[in-house]
């Protein structure tokens, strides 16, 4: 009779999940042992990486995948990555061993005690299978629950003897929709709304980007000849950044958001939350005389929105729908370009001059440097918060698919993520090269990831803007009135140095010159290179 094992097996081959990202412990190794040889092993050193690089691969793949981590505290440590997995919607499945059956009553060593709630409130659907033989359905269930939307993370706790089990039940392969159109009754009154508006204006947010719907939202916004700005912290950008209709990235604040759309009677926004504040200056949720329409396919997103009429829908097809519902504008919105950043208004321009050789670079002067020596289709990671906007400001994202940050503020994963993003290049045949820009002390939650990318060969570059502070702490130490906190300075590190601990390539590069040149290299390598940039300690405004 067919075991739980191989009808597992069989499932996860006819979904396509034939990739497990995972870092073992002793109650995974029943379900690892005798991998098949048509099945791959990404091993991670930490269950955090783990779950990020594979977000980061489902994100670059569009498709869902399978991470396989230790009971317990290993779950524990995957807490972070799924909270961001969970803010980026992507789904994944994380699975988890579990001790013997026999012995779950005893609560023994390494148990998950509570399975179902052991990653809440992060996953959306979270189950250890009554009977061994259930364990491949409710694989079945979980890549629905995952892929339907709003897509995200799921989990299973599976007890290690299940595995040599009988499996009687017939293997059940199911598909599911991906999409959920908008009522169109509704969507009617809200292009209606648009239309007779008299300076209206088209707020775009992440899932835009997930639904690969550029073509469909530039289309909109020259159709309607509205501005668009970027939803706060938009993990993945939803709109070209040179295009002329662009305005930039809204700020994280309320009462700044508030500011940039006065003027405005009608904002619609599509496919973001309404809307991501970070850090608290009050000020209205929208300026005086202003009503909000939200489209969004997640109903959290729709039910924790303060202000605003919604409609639950996805994102793409709305745009589509929207185009033949909305008459054409003639006339085409005029767009002054804002700088993304949490401050009420841009900041003031750092110098872009180039820098001496003999002192240190600005960021804004390292990113300009990046960009001229990048080639033009390279994915761009970023987990540099105190040099945002100055990323945003020399780096415009003009291409689709070629940006990635964390939805959730979570530090770490995006060097791992950006492991996942780079083998998906690979996979997928594209290869377009992958550069990630990570803070010194960004670097330190999630280092390990870099040996997956020397063990993969994988062709990752990694920039360390090196300012040996956390600057974006104390931006906000001003903000918040609270001077003289502890631990902010994280002098005595070398992100070169621990790079090649790992088996990657590390290089200092101190001057424009040197950076290209270690660049230059880089692209060459067949492993992961990472290069340390001292630069200006400036912290960044955010009021």
Known sequence: MTTVREATFALLR????????????STEETFLQNFPDDFRYILGLHEGSVVAAADGYAQATRTPALVNVHT?????????????????????????????????????WLANHDPQNVLAPYVKWAYQPVRPEDVPAAFMRAWAVALQPPAGP?????????????CPIPLAVRSVAGRVAADPARLAEFARVFAEADDPVLVLGADVARGDGWRQAVAFAEHAGVKVWAAPSSERPPFPEDHPLYAGGLPFAQGPLAERLAGHDVVLVIGAPVFRYYPWIPGAYLPDGARLLHITADPDESGRAPVGDSLIGDAVLALEALTTLVPARSTQATVERQEHGMAPHPPAEAS???????EQ??????FRVLRAACPPDTVLVEESPSNLADLHSEWPVTRADSFYTFASGALGWNLPAAVGIALA????????????????????YSLQALYTAAQQELPLVTVVPTNREYAILKAFGKLEQS??????????????????????TGV??????????????????????????????????LA
Request: hydrophobic fraction near 45%; charged fraction near 15%; proline fraction near 10%.
């Open 154 to 166: 799921v989990f299973l706790s599976i007890p290690l003897d299940d595995w040599d089990a009988p």
């Open 508 to 541: 200092v590069a101190s001057t424009p010159a040197q950076v290209q040149a270690a660049l230059a290299q880089a692209w060459d390598r067949s492993g992961p290179t990472v290069i340390e940039v001292p630069i200006d300690p400036t912290v960044p405004s």
């Open 72 to 108: 317990a505290a290993g779950a524990a440590n995957a807490m972070g990555a799924t909270l961001t997995a969970a803010a980026n919607h992507t789904p994944l499945i994380i699975t988890a061993g579990q001790q013997t059956r026999e012995m779950l009553l005893l609560d023994p």
């Open 352 to 358: 872009i001059e180039a820098a001496n050789d003999d």
């Open 483 to 504: 001077p003289n906190v502890p631990g902010l300075d994280i002098p005595g590190i070398a992100p070169a140095v621990l790079a090649q601990g790992y088996g990657a």
């Open 361 to 366: 670079m600005t960021a804004r002067q390292l």
């Open 425 to 444: 290049e690979r996979d997928s045949g594209r290869r377009r090269p992958v550069l990630a820009v990570i803070g010194d002390g960004s670097m330190q």
């Open 14 to 25: 006819e979904l396509g999940l034939t990739t497990v990202f995972g870092n073992p412990g």
